[in-house]
């Protein structure tokens, strides 16, 4: 069983940047796949960022060049730096983990574990 548990989350302006941050518990950490979403009022949760065991990364075509994401093994740790926000990113970003890790990253049902979201909202 792994938790996890989001913080970083706020209210900027357009332009701004923001760090979220996601703790993860268990001594596991290294061997999953780790993934973050966002769900915005009233539409499904959807892809944003992932990072493998080994560090590839991917992204969503709209956060592609603002948002970068990256992980630190040794303190179970993974980061989303999003800079450049934009109204539209405006959302609860969610932190997610797979245990397999060969599954499409880009899908809600590939994940395991999640946390409880942190709200990032960005005025224009």
């Known amino acids: 069983q792994v938790q996890l548990v989001e913080s970083g989350g706020g209210l900027v302006q357009a332009g701004d940047s923001l760090r979220l941050s996601c703790a993860a518990s268990g001594r596991t950490f290294s061997s999953y796949r780790m993934g973050w979403f966002r769900q915005a009022p009233g539409k499904e949760r959807e892809f944003v960022a992932a990072?493998?065991?080994?560090?590839?990364?991917y992204y969503e075509d709209s956060v592609k060049g603002r948002f970068t994401i990256s992980r630190d093994n040794a303190r179970n740790t993974v980061s989303l730096q999003m800079n450049s926000l934009k109204p539209e990113d405006k959302s609860v970003y969610y932190c997610?983990?797979?245990?397999?890790?060969?599954?499409?990253?880009?899908?809600?049902?590939?994940?395991?574990?999640w946390g409880q979201g942190t709200q990032v909202t960005v005025s224009s």
């Open positions: 990072i493998t065991r080994t560090a590839n990364t």
């Open positions: 997610a983990a797979d245990r397999e890790g060969s599954r499409s990253f880009g899908i809600v049902a590939t994940y395991d574990y």
